[in-house]
Nanobody
Framework: QVQLVESGGGLVQAGGSLRLSCAAS????????MGWFRQAPGKEREFVAS????????LYADSVKGRFTISRENAKNTLYLQMNSLKPEDTAVYYC??????????????WGQGTQVTVSS
């Protein structure tokens, strides 16, 4: 029903910025809350940010609060994650997800394939 494709990952220096995009296909996107998660090698998947379907509600992990901004353009079926002041510890595969609002990964119904973000010092 819903397919998610992330893009925008890459290599960036510490202190730099990067914007991730997640293109969604499917009729349910406009009615779906969404989120971003990340997973570093050897670590469990970690919540990053979440947004309600309307864009009014937003949640952030403490580790990224003040640096990352989640947003969406429902007319374009696209979710964004603006990442500023990047740190090496932000290095991970970033996944977009749909179907829930909050930090509990198991409640999200749909997941993208992930995009690698590498922050060098």
């Amino acid at each position: 029903q819903v397919q998610l494709v992330e893009s925008g990952g890459g290599l960036v220096q510490a202190g730099g910025s990067l914007r991730l995009s997640c293109a969604a296909s499917g009729r349910t996107f406009s009615n779906s809350a969404m989120g971003w998660f990340r997973q570093a090698p050897g670590k469990e998947r970690e919540f990053v940010a979440s947004i309600t379907w309307s864009g009014v509600g937003r949640l952030y992990a403490d580790s990224v609060k003040g640096r990352f901004t989640i947003s969406r353009e429902n007319a374009k079926n696209t979710l964004y994650l603006q990442m500023n002041s990047l740190k090496p510890e932000d290095t991970a595969v970033y996944y977009c997800a749909a179907g829930s609002y909050g930090d509990y990964a198991a409640r999200y119904s749909y997941w993208g394939q992930g995009t690698q973000v590498t922050v060098s010092s």
